[in-house]
């Protein structure tokens, strides 16, 4: 890149950055933020985490009683600690920049001969196409469980992927793989199992290319195993399973696969339409070829594509597949059309104004959409703030049971759903963290019109 290139990217990768970062900053707290803010320490009273003591005693408990996820709500309980939001704003903002990054590796396999361009296709096809974008990537408790773990996920399957060797700086390698193999297989359940699947398949990747293996890859994967493990058999999974209402059977599973397949189609008609058409012309290109020497060159695009389709799939095996757990899937699937678009053949000519055209929709359609998401949630957030105040108020009146309206949002990069944040229950869990926030007994839904 020219000087003006180079400045001319730092400035868009600014703006990029700029923008998401006050979307987290407008976002309010949401359902479980309210609950991770006070302590699951057993046998303790239900008071707010204000020391690393007291989180260390909560998540000791979380462990026994809820999910096995213990980095990752060791985390979200540390950004809970009160004055740590500004701190969450702009760790998040850097995860999400690093995360466009790592699709952009993992398609490339190197950044030398670095294109400016494919880097912000990354973030404008994770930000049009990723459902309940506001879950996954900027609520607080909702992006640390899904965003940061699919990107913990794909960090440590980079280096298999890497074109290099792999022979370089090879002691660090093996001392520091184990412990991104730890976070990878210790983050959450589908990114855990997608990150088996493309290991495995990276690994089958190298036999095929012949490259060779290194220790450091069996490090890594014995670090992974640790975490898998941490993760998957905490005692809490089973607990919250049968919470649930338990895993279900195969044939239970089974059942679950036409909705999954539905919902991809819903959510991920984008990069599915783009890998469509980017396959059928890979297939084109390779005609004459052979099947091996299309396998080769696609090889990088196939082990995202499988560890997509596992990271949906998996969840049939769950009591539930909230829209924000698609989040590692979209991720990946991004990684894999950028893949497939990496290694076509590109026309030797192409009329200035193609690329121009593209370029101008793609940052018309996220303008537009960025317009329209921080209206909602600015709107929201108003809405949540009026609440506030009234709940406020009849506490210093007295009141003891308080009455709130429901707060919602209408587009996808709004975390809280269309439906409200509030139920008719008083005892729900969802009521129940409001009013313990607030310190009241209970947090009553507004009759319609009051």
Request: proline fraction near 4%; include cysteine.
């Amino acid at each position: 890149m020219t000087k003006k290139q180079r400045i001319a990217f730092i400035a868009a990768l600014a703006l990029v950055a700029a923008a998401f970062f006050y979307l987290n900053c407008i976002t309010p707290f949401y359902a479980d933020d309210y609950s991770y803010m006070f302590t699951y320490a057993e046998n303790a009273p239900k008071d707010r985490i204000t020391n690393l003591y007291e989180l260390y005693l909560s998540q000791l408990n979380h462990y026994k009683v809820m999910n096995g996820r213990a980095i990752v709500h060791t985390l979200v309980q540390i950004f809970l600690i009160p004055q740590s939001r500004a701190l969450f704003n702009v760790c998040n903002t850097l995860v999400f920049m690093a995360l466009g990054f790592a699709v952009y590796f993992a398609a490339y396999g190197t950044f030398r001969r670095f294109r400016p361009l494919s880097l912000f296709a990354v973030y404008a096809l994770v930000w049009l196409t990723l459902p309940g974008f506001g879950q996954s990537c900027l609520w607080l408790t909702g992006s640390v469980n899904y965003m940061w773990t699919a990107f913990a996920a794909l960090c440590f399957l980079l280096p298999y992927r890497s074109d290099s060797d792999g022979a370089s700086r090879k002691w660090l390698r093996v001392i520091g793989m184990p412990f991104l193999g730890l976070l990878a297989g210790w983050s959450g359940e589908n990114a855990c199992i997608a990150a088996a699947v493309g290991l495995v398949l990276l690994l089958v990747r190298r036999a095929i290319l012949r490259r060779p293996f290194r220790l450091w890859m069996l490090t890594g994967a014995l670090g992974y195993l640790a975490g898998a493990a941490a993760l998957l058999l905490a005692p809490a999974q089973q607990v919250r399973a049968e919470g649930m209402g338990g895993l279900g059977g195969l044939s239970t599973w089974i059942s679950r696969i036409p909705s999954v397949t539905l919902h991809a189609l819903e959510y991920l008609w984008l990069p599915l339409l783009l890998g469509v058409v980017l396959l059928i012309v890979s297939i084109v290109q390779a005609r004459g070829k052979g099947f091996m020497y299309w396998l080769r060159k696609y090889s990088a695009a196939i082990c995202w594509l499988c560890a997509a389709v596992v990271s949906a799939y998996c969840m049939c095996a769950a009591p539930y597949f909230p829209l924000r757990a698609w989040c590692c899937a979209g991720v990946l699937a991004a990684a894999t059309v950028l893949s497939v678009f990496a290694e076509v053949e590109k026309p030797q000519s192409v009329p200035r104004a193609v690329p121009a055209v593209v370029t101008a929709a793609a940052c018309l359609a996220c303008a537009a959409t960025y317009c329209m998401g921080a209206s909602d949630i600015l709107a929201t957030r108003a809405d949540v703030r009026a609440r506030d105040a009234s709940i406020l108020e009849q506490k210093s009146a007295g009141a003891t049971d308080v009455y709130a309206e429901s707060v919602s949002g209408s587009s996808r990069y709004n975390c809280f759903d269309p439906e409200g944040d509030l139920v008719d229950d008083p005892d729900s869990w969802q009521n129940g963290a409001l009013a313990l926030y607030y310190d009241v007994e209970h947090v009553i839904l507004s009759p319609d019109g009051e």
